[in-house]
């Protein structure tokens, strides 16, 4: 019952987007064929194409980010124990507690005084810096659960300790990379706060900005293409979901039992 009130919105979602006008306000019908007229509508009005790059290249750009530095500071706090690291890891862990909208002026003057108001690299920056904290949490717990022995016989072989992380250490974290990876990229994809707030130039907009300027830009309501666009917005996450589910799921049970 409770799957079914979370996946009625997505099935009525996917239904009225291919409803004619006639029957757009008529929730209960059926469609009597598939109208494709709200999907041309939508990719008449709005660059899907360019919103699906920003979209991607803003969920990959922080994402890859947030792997690179998370799973080195991990590592480090998790390895060298010391005062400072441990304070270190207490401070990404008070990221945790912060609410976003809390910064939210203060970002903005930080973004207009390095010029990155209005890019994709200041929207990177910004996920990457929210994802910090959970990420390297995990990382450094995923690290402790690893023996030191491999990196001891990875010295003897002559690695240092960059290459030793790189090539030895980070394979064996790769649960709790799709782990974050899964839970980070919905978020990001489809976040709407950010890109209204930081974004001004529509040329640089994700899709889900896309679909609140799109109902904007229209005099009237038409629900039809909204609906279109928030199918061709999610469509992606969906598919995602279905065939990554069981990976994430594995390194959830890996990290509770880990950490």
Request: include cysteine; charge should be positive.
């Amino acid at each position: 019952m409770i799957a079914l009130l979370f996946l009625y919105p997505i099935f009525y979602l996917i239904l009225t987007s291919f409803k004619s006008p006639d029957q757009l306000y008529q929730p209960l019908a059926m469609p009597d064929s598939f109208y494709w007229g709200h999907y041309k509508k939508a990719i008449e009005k709005v660059n899907v194409l360019r919103g699906f790059f920003n979209t991607f290249a803003i969920s990959a750009g922080a994402i890859g980010l947030m792997v690179f530095v998370s799973s080195m500071a991990g590592y480090v706090i998790a390895r060298i124990p010391r005062k400072f690291f441990q304070f270190l890891f207490y401070f990404f862990i008070s990221g945790m507690v912060i609410p976003l909208q809390t910064g939210m002026i203060p970002i903005f003057k930080m973004g207009v005084a390095l010029h990155l108001i209005d890019t994709r690299t200041f929207m990177i920056l910004l996920y990457a810096a929210g994802a910090l904290p959970m990420a390297t949490f995990m990382y450094a717990g995923f690290t402790k659960s690893v023996p030191r022995e491999i990196e001891e016989s990875a010295a003897i072989d002559g690695y240092g300790k960059f290459r030793a992380f790189w090539m030895i250490i980070f394979p064996l974290l790769l649960p709790a990379t799709g782990t974050l990876i899964m839970l980070n990229i919905y978020g990001i994809w489809n976040d709407l706060f950010g890109p209204l707030l930081y974004l001004k130039n529509p040329a640089k907009m994700t899709l889900m900005a896309q679909v609140v300027q799109f109902k904007a830009n229209t005099q009237s309501i038409d629900y039809g293409p909204i609906f279109a666009l928030c199918v061709m917005a999610t469509l992606p996450l969906i598919v995602l979901f279905f065939f990554t589910q069981k990976y994430m799921m594995k390194g959830l049970v890996a990290g509770a039992v880990k950490g």
